[in-house]
Each structure stands twice: as structure tokens, then as C-alpha cells.
């Protein structure tokens, strides 16, 4: 069936090092969203890509969407202790209403 | 606002008990949602709906129905709980623009034991 996966699965860093999660569909995605969990919580929307290539930025986090619209990518730079969480991508498959999420990856900061 | 409110918060049930989760959202959503979330497998579909009257499968549709008789609610029905359907169940809407999905608003999640 359509999957996404995302790697690595845990990362465990020193506060002020770069991080990334990877996403990876095996299906041309129409749009692609990151989500945070933290602890206890429930997943908080971060942002939506939508055009192949795209990239934002939201101050230390950078989004990547690939041009084929089958991979994602987040970046962390230098992390604080307050990025430790879950974080999730999820796309809408082309032509599609399903919105598939990604295992996740857990971030763990060490200060 | 409330935003997305999910009931109960925590349920313990025993094998074969059936129950219902609530989901209602009052932003006038279109799309609704519900997952649910083991640990390291991430979130998973369960049922969605694009619409009052409109539903249909997700991935792991098996053991649950769902309705949605208005905008507003989305009801998630366990027919014979078993010990697989321990798990935390999030609910989820969005808007939808020129046809395309937007950002899925959470409810906090329904903490689902099964003995």
C-alpha cells in the first residue's frame, strides 16, 4: 500500500547541534506536512510544501520538499531543549484524500 | 473557539465491550479524521470523511466504524474491543481550499485500554 517512511527513527543530540529527519514516500505526494508532538501531547501542525522544490524557512527550521514530490526533508539548526519531541511528516497522496503519516522521529537534546 | 474536543479522555474496556469515542469540532471543517497512535509506528488512519454524510477507509479500518451525520461530529464506534485496539486515538478536521487539504487541527487524544 502507500507508505511513507521517515528516518532515522531517534536522534539524540548536544544542545547547539544541527538535526534532521528524513521523509520518504513511494507514491508522487500532492502536498506534504510536518508536525511536532511533544511529550503527552497531541500533534501541532508546522508546515504545509506543496510545489516541487520548495523550501521554507520558519527561524531555526528549514523545510525541503524534493522535485520528484516524493521526499522531505526537516532541518533543525543548532538545537535548544526546547525542540525535544516528536516529529512527523505527513502526505496527501495525488489524486488522493488520505493523509499518511510518517513513523517519526524522536529528538532528544542533551544541554 | 473550542477547536477539536475529543471525550473520553482515558477508557478502560474489556474484551468485547463495544463503545463509542466523541470527536466534535467547531471551525465548520469539512474534512474529519481519526488515527491512531502506537508507540514507533507513528499515527495511522483509522476512517475519514470529506464531508456530512461522506466516509471511507483508512489503513487499519478493522473493528471500527464511524458516521457523520453533521459537520461538527465524528464519532469513532469500537464494535467488540479487543487488546490490539489499546492505543491512543486522535482526532483530527481541516479546511479544505480550491479542493486542496490544509493543516490538521488535533483533538487531545482518547487514551484506550483494553483488558
Known amino acids: 500500500g502507500q507508505q511513507v517512511m521517515q528516518i532515522p527513527q531517534y536522534q539524540h543530540v548536544q544542545e547547539g547541534e544541527d538535526f534532521t529527519t528524513y521523509c520518504n514516500s513511494s507514491?508522487?505526494?500532492?502536498?506534504i506536512q510536518w508536525y511536532k508532538q511533544r511529550p503527552g501531547g497531541h500533534p501541532v501542525f508546522l508546515i504545509q510544501?506543496?510545489?516541487?522544490?520548495e523550501v521554507k524557512k520558519q527561524k531555526r527550521l528549514t523545510f525541503q520538499f524534493g522535485e520528484a514530490k516524493k521526499n522531505s526533508s526537516l532541518h533543525i539548526t543548532a538545537t535548544q531543549t526546547t525542540d525535544v519531541g516528536t516529529y512527523f511528516c505527513?502526505?496527501?497522496?495525488?489524486?488522493?484524500?488520505?493523509?499518511?503519516f510518517g513513523a517519526g522521529t524522536i529528538l532528544r537534546v542533551k544541554s | 473557539n473550542a477547536g477539536v474536543t475529543q471525550t473520553p479522555k482515558f477508557q478502560v474496556l474489556k474484551t468485547g465491550q463495544s463503545m463509542t469515542l466523541q470527536c466534535a469540532q467547531d471551525?465548520?471543517?469539512?474534512?474529519m479524521s481519526w488515527y491512531r497512535q502506537d508507540p514507533g509506528m507513528g499515527l495511522r488512519l483509522i476512517h475519514y470523511?470529506?464531508?456530512?454524510?461522506?466516509?471511507d477507509q483508512g489503513e487499519v479500518p478493522n473493528g471500527y466504524n464511524v458516521s457523520r451525520s453533521t459537520t461538527e461530529d465524528f464519532p469513532l464506534r469500537l464494535l467488540s474491543a479487543a487488546p490490539s485496539q489499546t492505543s491512543v486515538y486522535f482526532c483530527?478536521?481541516?479546511?479544505?481550499?480550491?479542493?486542496?487539504?490544509?493543516?490538521?487541527?488535533f483533538g487531545p487524544g482518547t487514551r484506550l485500554t483494553v483488558l
Open positions: 483530527a478536521s481541516s479546511y479544505t481550499h480550491g479542493g486542496a487539504y490544509n493543516e490538521q487541527f
Open positions: 507514491t508522487t505526494l500532492s502536498n
Open positions: 510544501l506543496v510545489k516541487s522544490g
Open positions: 505527513a502526505g496527501f497522496m495525488e489524486y488522493g484524500n488520505k493523509l499518511v
Open positions: 471551525m465548520n471543517h469539512e474534512y
Open positions: 470523511s470529506v464531508g456530512a454524510g461522506i466516509t
